[in-house]
Nanobody, 120 residues
Framework: QVQLVESGGGLVQAGGSLRLSCAAS????????MGWYRQAPGKQRELVAS???????NYLDSVKGRFTISRDNAKNTVYLQMNSLKPEDTAVYYC??????????????WGQGTQVTVSS
């Protein structure tokens, strides 16, 4: 089985920075696409940023220029560097990964979520 464990959330003032980490563990053969989603109270979950195995990235328009997604394949870890945070960034952030295990085709996995709160 595969588990995704997130860390790095917290409370910051507007304009501050946080770095989220998500480490995958288990019988991993290969991790394909990885991404970060977020969900604010009363709103739908939305894709914030994604990164392919080859390093190609995509971002939600509202975070372009402020957030950077990266990955370390040797550590099976994806990161989200968040700069110039705004109150509207407040949400629970979830890691997502498409993982190929040793004996099975790729499946989608989710982290437990980490709270990011940005005060004005």
């Amino acid at each position: 089985q595969v588990q995704l464990v997130e860390s790095g959330g917290g409370l910051v003032q507007a304009g501050g920075s946080l770095r989220l980490s998500c480490a995958a563990s288990g019988s991993i053969f290969r991790i394909n696409d990885m991404g970060w989603y977020r969900q604010a109270p009363g709103k739908q979950r939305e894709l914030v940023a994604s990164i392919t195995n080859g390093g190609s990235t995509n971002y939600l328009d509202s975070v372009k220029g402020r957030f950077t997604i990266s990955r370390d394949n040797a550590k099976n870890t994806v990161y989200l560097q968040m700069n110039s945070l705004k109150p509207e960034d407040t949400a629970v952030y979830y890691c997502n990964a498409d993982v190929r295990t040793s004996l099975r085709p790729a499946n989608n996995y989710w982290g437990q979520g980490t709270q990011v709160t940005v005060s004005s």
